[in-house]
């Protein structure tokens, strides 16, 4: 065979692009009241618990009754994304990664979402007629990390607080923990406990919920110099993510680009804590 064979060969790919490990979309959607909202801020109404009034004589005067009223401000932010695929690439590399590079896309657009989410739990919420007054979560709904991880102890305190908060019964609770909290539950019940298969189940991920709480792992949580991240329980109904575009995506030629092909995706999204009650911090150590 001539050794010349080699300059007749075309350079082989493999024929489809593996996504590297990242997590595909958004873990906290699900998990929170979802609004569409037009414009750069917008506001949410609230209206406060009344108690009713005992009737006292016969002919008494009808009382009035002041019902309190409160909002909440929600700012949209733009989020946007964008890659060019020369058409030299495409028969260069003999695939066409235009749906690989869209699906590349959306999934960072949902670790966005959760960022913004995840912000909102512990960060401030804007308050007031025009939403300028900062409401910080307060003290009473945080949990100390005590020099530990996630424990039953801390998710016994966390239920507490939403049971002092009278959050309604009827309402979804969720928790959004790291692996590394998991593995600290598990360790801290003992093989001979009731609760130990349960969350042996729920590390393996065939089981979801323990104690009320549905379990949301995210590895997108704020971990501190200590090393000590917040973790965070929620009611549904006590996060609010308004959404002014949900995800888009564009595929389409650039003429002012020698035709090439542009892939490009773009959403409009803001979050807030709606009620302080419905939200618990929770500080576990890492280490």
């Keep these: 065979m001539s050794t010349q064979i080699t300059t007749a060969m075309v350079e082989m790919y493999k024929g489809n692009l593996a996504l590297l490990s990242q997590q595909q979309g958004s873990r906290l959607r699900g998990s929170v009241r979802v609004e569409p909202l037009t414009g750069k801020n917008g506001f949410f109404e609230q209206i406060g618990a009344t108690a009713a009034q005992k009737k006292t004589t016969r002919h008494m005067d009808t009382p009035q009754t002041d019902t309190p009223h409160a909002r909440r401000r929600v700012s949209m932010d733009d989020y946007v994304w964008a890659d060019y695929i020369d058409n030299e690439d495409k028969i260069r590399t003999l695939i066409d990664p235009t749906s690989p590079y869209a699906q590349n896309a959306v999934s960072a657009f949902g670790r966005s979402t959760d960022d913004v989410l995840i912000a909102a739990l512990g960060g401030t919420a804007y308050t007031g007629?025009?939403?300028?007054?900062?409401?910080?979560?307060?003290?009473?709904?945080?949990?100390?990390?005590?020099?530990?991880?996630?424990?039953?102890?801390?998710?016994?305190?966390?239920?507490?607080?939403?049971?002092?908060?009278?959050?309604?019964?009827?309402?979804?609770?969720?928790?959004?923990?790291?692996?590394?909290?998991?593995?600290?539950?598990?360790?801290?019940?003992?093989?001979?406990?009731?609760?130990?298969?349960?969350?042996?189940?729920?590390?393996?991920?065939?089981?979801?919920?323990?104690?009320?709480?549905?379990?949301?792992?995210?590895?997108?949580?704020?971990?501190?110099?200590?090393?000590?991240?917040?973790?965070?329980?929620?009611?549904?109904?006590?996060?609010?993510?308004?959404?002014?575009?949900?995800?888009?995506?564009?595929?389409?030629?650039?003429?002012?680009?020698?035709?090439?092909?542009?892939?490009?995706?773009?959403?409009?999204?803001?979050?807030?804590?709606?009620?302080?009650?419905k939200v618990i911090e929770i500080g576990c150590r890492e280490t």
């Design 129 to 277: 007629v025009a939403g300028g007054t900062a409401t910080s979560l307060p003290s009473g709904q945080k949990i100390a990390e005590g020099s530990t991880g996630l424990t039953i102890a801390k998710l016994i305190k966390a239920k507490g607080l939403l049971w002092a908060g009278d959050v309604d019964e009827s309402e979804e609770l969720f928790i959004v923990v790291t692996g590394k909290q998991l593995e600290d539950l598990l360790n801290t019940t003992q093989v001979t406990s009731s609760d130990y298969n349960t969350v042996q189940a729920l590390v393996k991920g065939t089981v979801s919920q323990f104690m009320g709480f549905s379990f949301i792992r995210s590895e997108r949580l704020v971990t501190d110099a200590t090393p000590v991240t917040m973790c965070y329980a929620w009611a549904r109904s006590g996060i609010l993510l308004a959404v002014g575009q949900d995800i888009q995506t564009r595929i389409g030629e650039r003429a002012d680009k020698n035709y090439l092909t542009q892939v490009w995706v773009a959403m409009s999204i803001g979050a807030t804590r709606m009620e302080e009650v």
